[in-house]
């Protein structure tokens, strides 16, 4: 009886020490949600204009379908969905180093390719990014609301799933799910030849021998070390590497390709190669002013800071982009294509933002530094390409994009123009998240949500703290005005 009083007064104490997660949103000021733009109010047209959602994941992301949380949190906690999501089809980038008999990138890893053209050539098209697009019809609302999934997780898996896995399953131990999905037997897309929904990065006789493995660190060590570390902070020093500028041009076709997409064609495929008609939006940004479409970004952690850095409109920066080459007109296209959605999105969620430690790897030196002004002639290096701008810079070019968009629309009436909002959800105990700071030309909301259980006050899982953003009930309902 003593036994299982004691048991009774343990559970208890750990029910009561558990603060329970997805309480209320934490504000930087009192009153500070009453000025959030919400993807509700983008929805209340009286037209039926597409409303978009450029959804971007950030790391530790294992295979597709990154959003399925996001989509079924709308339908369960925001109460909108008339029916189920439709999966509208896949489109991949297709031109420069992503047509199909385009060379592979020449980078290497520890002295070895991580792709070369003898022999992978079939591995870097299976490398591509992908957009995937969802559609579903809210109740309430005549506007469509499309998810557009940017995947560009492809492009790290080869060398994560080749040579950082094995080589931390004999140090540490076997990562069983890592191995699983880099074992996934090769599955063609049916609706994109010669690509592929699933590859086999890792040959199954290797997958059952890594899996064999002794367990060297201790379990909590070893799930850290092999998993996020491993998986997860990878895509970062990738992203921020000289892999960068491919990333960002796969991301900015698949943009592109976001903006072609037209929702209120009829159902199938989303690409235009199957006979689809594309949506014209060369034809609304050469008129100037007409306000057809709506932009949405929806980023989580790093994401926010590709998608940044995607969105350039300083055409300039292409200088950076990986060495081959494509048409002037494709490049004048994809140009355009950039600048027709960022006039056209107004609003920008973070989940995780990680642009203010991410910009730490993208330092910027002063050309009118005393030493180089001082130095001799012979002395003073040679001209460098300008570095890209910095994170900051480029939110500023796409506010004052936007502002000019909503300036040509509404030229007799600033109270109808509305500003570009960064709306970023921050729980204060996620490690992997930092604030955004004030912006001139940009309304900056921080919101701080609880992503998990708090125990005693004295920790939260920081899995749960980093991924359930697109889970959190409260989040979902400031997000489409249901607070």
Not at 84 to 103: I, M, R, S, V
Not at 150 to 162: A, D, G, R, S, T
């Amino acid at each position: 009886m003593q036994v299982r009083s004691c048991i009774v007064a343990i559970l208890f104490v750990c029910c009561a020490g558990g603060v329970a997660a997805h309480a209320k949103v934490g504000e930087d000021a009192p009153g500070s949600l009453k000025g959030v733009q919400t993807i509700g109010d983008a929805l209340k047209t009286a037209d039926q204009r597409p409303v978009h959602i450029l959804y971007m994941h950030g790391i530790n992301t294992l295979g597709s379908d990154d959003s399925k949380v996001f989509r079924e949190s709308i339908c369960r906690n925001a109460h909108l969905c008339e029916g189920d999501w439709h999966d509208a089809g896949t489109e991949y980038p297709d031109f420069g180093a992503f047509a199909l008999n385009a060379p592979a990138p020449t980078l290497q890893y520890l002295g070895v390719p991580i792709w070369t053209n003898d022999n992978d050539a079939e591995e870097w098209r299976a490398s591509a990014p992908f957009v995937t697009h969802y559609v579903v019809h809210l109740r309430g609302h005549n506007a469509l609301l499309v998810v557009d999934e940017i995947n560009w997780w492809p492009l790290v898996v080869k060398l994560k799933c080749q040579r950082i896995v094995p080589g931390d399953a004999n140090l540490a131990g076997p990562n069983p799910s890592l191995i699983k999905f880099c074992s996934l037997p090769t599955k063609s897309d049916p609706q994109n030849p010669q690509r592929f929904g699933d590859y086999e990065w890792m040959p199954a006789q290797e997958a059952t021998q890594l899996g064999h493995l002794p367990n060297r660190a201790v379990l909590i060590n070893r799930e850290l070390k092999t998993g996020l570390e491993d998986w997860g902070f990878s895509d970062v020093f990738l992203g921020v590497g000289p892999l960068r500028p491919i990333l960002e041009e796969g991301i900015r076709q698949l943009i592109a390709k976001s903006a072609a997409f037209d929702p209120r064609a009829s159902a199938g495929t989303a690409s235009v190669h199957e006979g689809r008609p594309a949506y014209n939006w060369q034809e609304r940004l050469e008129n100037g002013k007409s306000d057809d479409q709506v932009f949405i970004a929806v980023t989580h952690s790093m994401g926010s800071f590709l998608l940044l850095d995607s969105l350039a409109l300083d055409t300039a920066n292409r200088a950076r982009i990986a060495p081959q080459a494509y048409g002037t007109q494709q490049s004048s296209a994809e140009d355009q294509a950039l600048q027709y959605v960022a006039e056209r999105i107004s609003l920008i969620y973070f989940f995780a933002n990680q642009v203010p430690i991410l910009e730490l790897a993208d330092l910027k030196n002063d050309s009118s530094s005393a030493l180089a002004a001082s130095a001799p002639d012979s002395a003073v290096p040679q001209t460098e390409p300008a570095p890209p701008p910095s994170e900051t810079a480029l939110i500023s070019q796409w506010a004052q994009a936007h502002a000019a968009f909503e300036q040509r629309l509404h030229p007799n009436d600033a109270s109808a123009q509305t500003k570009m909002q960064i709306v970023a959800f921050s729980d204060p105990s996620d490690l992997l998240t930092w604030r955004v700071p004030k912006l001139r030309d940009v309304d900056v909301e921080n919101l701080y949500p609880k992503n998990g259980l708090h125990w005693f006050w004295l920790f939260e899982s920081p899995t749960a703290a980093h991924d359930n953003y697109a889970s959190n009930r409260e989040v979902i309902r400031i997000m489409f005005g249901k607070r």
